[in-house]
């Protein structure tokens, strides 16, 4: 079922199922096995580190050119684009950030066959809390926490988070398993 509307869209022979075992069973061309919430905060975590120091790095090419008053107010606007000058491309093109990547995950179009990456104002939508996170250099790790519990929540069928939902996308395990009728 689609979560945003309840129902699955007519046409649509992807199948999604819970784990590998699953698929067994899966009529569906081709069966897309769901993240798993361990999957998805290990790559989410490897991301933030890898995201945070590339701002860090823009940063202290600034530091010395700039005095530490504007440093500060430049702070969050630097952490937030770094977040999505990291995120929002990889996503965009490859359809996974090198976290995802080391943890054989791939963020996709609902209701595709799982070759399609998401747009660019989805993935926009979908990468944009991750800039956000960033930014809040005080409070990060507060919001952090709670972006965490949030994934670990029961979220459905489909295991999105209301960003997938909002951007139209699912984070499966990849490669596919494709059926061969």
């Not at 290990?42 to 440093?71: H, M, N, P, Q, Y």
């Not at 996170?133 to 209301?162: C, E, T, W």
Request: charge should be positive; glycine fraction near 10%; include cysteine.
């Amino acid at each position: 079922m689609d979560p945003l509307r309840g129902t699955r869209p007519d046409g649509a022979l992807v199948e999604y199922v819970a784990d590998p075992d699953a698929a067994a069973g899966a009529t569906g061309t081709p069966v897309l096995v769901l993240a798993s919430r361990g999957r998805r905060i290990a790559a989410r975590l490897v991301d933030t580190v890898i995201a945070s120091v590339f701002a860090f790095l823009g940063f202290a090419a600034v530091v010395e050119s700039t005095d530490g008053a504007v440093l500060v107010l430049l702070m969050p606007v630097g952490f937030m684009a770094g977040g999505l000058f990291y995120c929002v491309p990889m996503v965009h093109w490859w359809g996974a950030t090198v976290g995802k990547r080391i943890f054989g995950l791939r963020v996709v179009r609902l209701w595709s066959d799982g070759k399609l990456p998401p747009s660019w104002r989805d993935t926009f939508i979908r990468e944009f809390d991750r800039g956000g996170f960033l930014a809040l250099p005080v409070l990060n790790i507060l919001v952090g926490a709670i972006l965490l519990a949030q994934m670990l929540k029961d979220r459905a069928p489909y295991h999105v988070s209301q960003f997938d939902r909002a951007a139209r996308t699912v984070v499966v395990r990849w490669p596919a398993i494709a059926r061969v009728e």
